[in-house]
């Protein structure tokens, strides 16, 4: 059975980093495209970073240059770091594994950002 569980999110403060880590099991981790969403009540769930099979990642706007999205498919892990955190950043972050038509998702992990 596919699944995917997150970690490390939490408090930080503005300006703060944090990693967030998912761990994968039950699908050939290297042929999925491995992504990280955010979602806040009330709004809909919206991409925050992907990377492809290949390697090739994928950045919303307004986290390029602060958030780096890296896969070990060794580990059948994906990872997020996360710097220079603004308080617009706090959601519940989520884990995707894409291939074709076929979708899994985790249960999420919340990120606050405050002072």
């Known amino acids: 059975q596919a699944q995917l569980v997150e970690s490390g999110g939490g408090l930080v403060q503005p300006g703060g980093s944090l990693r967030l880590s998912c761990a994968a099991s039950?699908?050939?981790?290297?042929?999925?495209?491995m992504g990280w969403y955010r979602q806040v009540p009330g709004k809909q769930r919206e991409l925050v970073a992907t990377?492809?099979?290949?390697?090739?990642?994928n950045y919303y706007d307004s986290v390029k240059g602060r958030f780096t999205i890296s896969r070990d498919n060794s580990k059948k892990m994906v990872y997020l770091q996360m710097s220079s955190l603004k308080t617009e950043d706090t959601a519940v972050y989520y884990c995707?594994?894409?291939?074709?038509?076929?979708?899994?998702w985790g249960q999420g992990t919340q990120v606050t950002v405050s002072s």
């Open positions: 990377i492809a099979s290949d390697r090739v990642t």
């Open positions: 039950g699908i050939t981790f290297s042929i999925y495209t």
């Open positions: 995707n594994a894409r291939r074709s038509s076929l979708t899994v």
